[in-house]
């Protein structure tokens, strides 16, 4: 069970509603008292100096790495920090090397930031990019897949987790197709890492991509996890080098070879904190705690007239996101009113899906509410109570 004051943890509570943690989550005390002490106590650059603030800053930027390795479950491969998942994606798309007419599959329930990069791609390289459309409620056979995936396929980019419809979607079997066809499969975990116990073992991906602010941590960090480190670099600089001669250079091994640069060392020990507090928490109990809320606004909204509720149901095989719209409102007029009247923040329009929504035959997009573990039922009661409100006046 999830604690109820855990809640005085998050002080904006007090003021809204909060329902839109796909998209940022808030961070708990604990995470911004961590990176606080970094700018107190050791505020220092990494790996780049023998000072003993120097050495603390490497140390804590270490044990954060390490944190979140065992967080998934990478006993082995390469973990790289990343500023989002947006930027874990293009360093696959634009580090691996392609040659005209391989394939990339994916699908149309992916958020831009696993669609653009491959449209791309798709222009500057020549490869065959085949978009696979899921059915009305975000189910797709992996069958429909399995058929896309040919020899010349190079690599399979599929979502864990809707950011729009909230299913999951079934990577583990898609994974074995891959391995059958020799195929590369990225998962894009931004919206399943932060909720479901995840261990890459188990998924089977060859590169797991996700985001620190959506789980608790703070904006500007996100993981790339990579089986076996044959990319190229996107950024070359300080840091991801062992020598530079007038003539050429030599890249360093491990994580650093793809942090060039200063990091964003206050946001991964921050992440790091995040992680602890998660684990602390329990995944377990945080998708069990989700997933009773998930259900009560599900059966709550499909109770109102003039609602409709997108996606797969009150189902156990999704996560805490939840898509609707009202007969009559605009998706932006909805968001609007529930912050005016109930203080509920959501969110609304595309929601980083245009052609989903073109798919869904919602070319306005929807209302989005989003939850995380410091969501509670009267939080869900109050969106469902407003609502009705808006829906009974629209």
């Not at 003993?52 to 998934?72: E, G, H, N, P, S």
């Not at 994974?175 to 919206?191: F, H, N, P, T």
């Not at 200063?262 to 997933?291: D, F, S």
Request: glycine share 12%; aromatic share 6%; charged share 20%.
């Amino acid at each position: 069970m999830i604690p109820a004051e855990i809640r005085s943890d998050f002080p904006v509570l007090s003021e809204v509603i909060y329902l839109d943690s796909a998209a940022t989550s808030l961070s708990p005390e604990p995470v911004l008292a961590a990176m606080l002490e970094y700018e107190h106590v050791y505020r220092a650059n990494t790996g780049r100096g023998v000072h003993r603030l120097a050495q603390v800053a490497t140390q804590k930027y270490w044990d954060a790495r390490q944190r979140v390795k065992r967080f998934i479950g990478a006993e082995s491969g390469e973990l790289v920090f990343t500023k989002n998942t947006t930027e874990a994606i293009n360093m696959v798309a634009l580090g691996l090397p392609w040659k005209k007419g391989d394939r990339v599959v994916t699908t149309l329930l992916e958020h831009h930031s696993n669609l653009l990069p491959w449209m791309r791609t798709r222009d500057r390289h020549g490869i065959d990019l085949r978009i696979i459309p899921p059915g009305p409620d975000g189910a797709f056979d992996p069958a429909d897949l399995e058929r896309e995936i040919t020899p010349g396929t190079r690599l399979v980019a599929v979502t864990h987790a809707s950011n729009v419809l909230g299913n999951l979607v079934p990577v583990r079997e898609i994974a074995e197709i891959c391995r059958d066809r020799g195929a590369l499969l990225l998962v894009d975990g931004a919206q399943s890492v932060p909720h479901v116990p995840v261990r890459v073992e188990e998924l089977g991906c060859d590169f797991l991509c996700f985001s620190g602010h959506k789980m608790l941590g703070p904006t500007g960090t996100g993981i790339l996890w990579m089986r076996r480190p044959e990319i190229e670099p996107l950024l070359l600089g300080g840091g991801a080098v062992e020598q530079v001669t007038g003539s050429g250079y030599t890249l360093v091994g491990g994580p650093a070879r793809y942090e060039g640069g200063t990091p964003n060392i206050a946001g991964a020990i921050g992440l790091g904190r995040a992680i602890g507090y998660l684990e602390a928490l329990g995944m377990g109990e945080v998708r069990r705690h989700e997933q009773a809320l998930t259900r009560q606004m599900i059966e709550g909204l499909t109770g109102i007239d003039g609602v409709t509720v997108y996606g797969p149901g009150a189902t156990p095989d999704r996560i805490g996101v939840v898509s609707f719209t009202v007969q009559g409102l605009h998706p932006h007029d909805v968001a609007h009113l529930l912050d005016e009247e109930a203080d509920i923040m959501v969110r609304s329009g595309h929601h980083c899906c245009m052609p989903l929504m073109t798919h869904l035959g919602v070319p306005d997009g929807t209302v989005r509410a989003s939850l995380h573990c410091y969501n509670n039922a009267d939080d869900v009661e109050k969106l469902i109570g407003t609502v009705r409100m808006i829906a009974g006046g629209a």
